[in-house]
């Protein structure tokens, strides 16, 4: 049989590549007609996927900037460093033995900035069929600006999209799994690729589904009878390729969950985000 996990797809290119190959199965949910569900016909969300989502985060009544100050992002830290005299608190025995006339040494204040940290984050795209379209957007929004007022403050964010779930079989259960690599550490951040692969229905309900649709046909089919997975679509850091350690993995979207109900909520949550990721220092 097919194999459940798939390799890494490592550029947004790539992924757009794999996710509009043609479909083994002729009746794959990536490209129905005659729904709304998707939140975009197939080729809106080709295009999107493009282009990006021109959805302003200011049409939240939210910006970057309130929220970096808020979470103290634009602020420095101050730290004790050592500096070396003629005069001062402790001796350096080892300047001292060399012959060094500045061998005293005082902690000296200075504020630095703390920039440079490098966070990377997997987003599960999957999601049950009952969850609707604004609970996807108020999550991707919150998402969306939590990892750019990152960004903005100066550290470097990394942001995968993984989709994962179980398949139901006559006997048995599998997990399956794949990720792909939204944003990468270093390149010019595209705000509207990150929008659209974290808020908008399409990502999952088209491209990812059409990531599926192209598989071969027992595998495909065998996706599209299970409705494309079952909960939980749980994303594991494992699920990443190997050299990405430590990253933050966020939990998938659930028609159970309050905190998506209204734009707010979502935010307070991504504050509560940043406490946990030592980002935040009141």
Request: charged letters at 20%; proline letters at 7%; aromatic letters at 10%.
């Amino acid at each position: 049989m097919h194999p459940l996990t798939l390799p890494p797809i490592l550029s947004w290119r790539e992924f757009i590549d794999v996710a509009t190959a043609a479909p083994s199965i002729t009746d794959g949910s990536s490209r129905a007609t005659g729904t709304d569900w998707p939140g975009a016909s197939w080729d809106e969300a080709v295009q999107l996927a493009i282009d990006g989502w021109p959805l302003a985060l200011a049409e939240a009544e939210v910006t970057v900037a309130q929220l970096r100050d808020s979470a103290g992002l634009s602020r420095g830290v101050t730290m004790l460093e050592p500096t070396w005299d003629v005069t001062g608190a402790e001796v350096d025995v080892g300047a001292y033995l060399s012959g060094i006339p500045e061998c005293m040494v005082d902690a000296v204040p200075r504020e630095v900035s703390r920039r440079g940290k490098v966070i990377s984050f997997l987003v599960p795209s999957g999601y049950s069929n009952t969850v609707e379209h604004q609970s996807i957007i108020n999550r991707g929004l919150a998402l969306a600006t939590l990892c750019t007022a990152i960004i903005d403050a100066g550290h470097s964010v990394e942001i995968w999209s993984g989709d994962t779930g179980w398949i139901h079989l006559p006997e048995t259960k599998q997990r399956y799994r794949r990720v792909a690599r939204v944003i990468e550490a270093g390149e010019p951040f595209d705000v509207g690729r990150l929008i659209f692969a974290v808020a908008h229905p399409a990502m999952l309900r088209r491209l990812w589904f059409g990531v599926w649709d192209a598989q071969p046909r027992e595998f495909a089919t065998m996706m599209k009878n299970d409705r494309y997975g079952r909960p939980p679509f749980t994303c594991e850091p494992t699920d990443l390729p190997a050299e990405i350690t430590d990253p933050y993995v966020f939990p998938y979207l659930s028609e159970n969950d309050e905190q998506w109900n209204d734009l707010p909520t979502a935010l307070a949550w991504s504050r509560t985000v940043f406490n946990e990721l030592g980002l935040l220092h009141d």
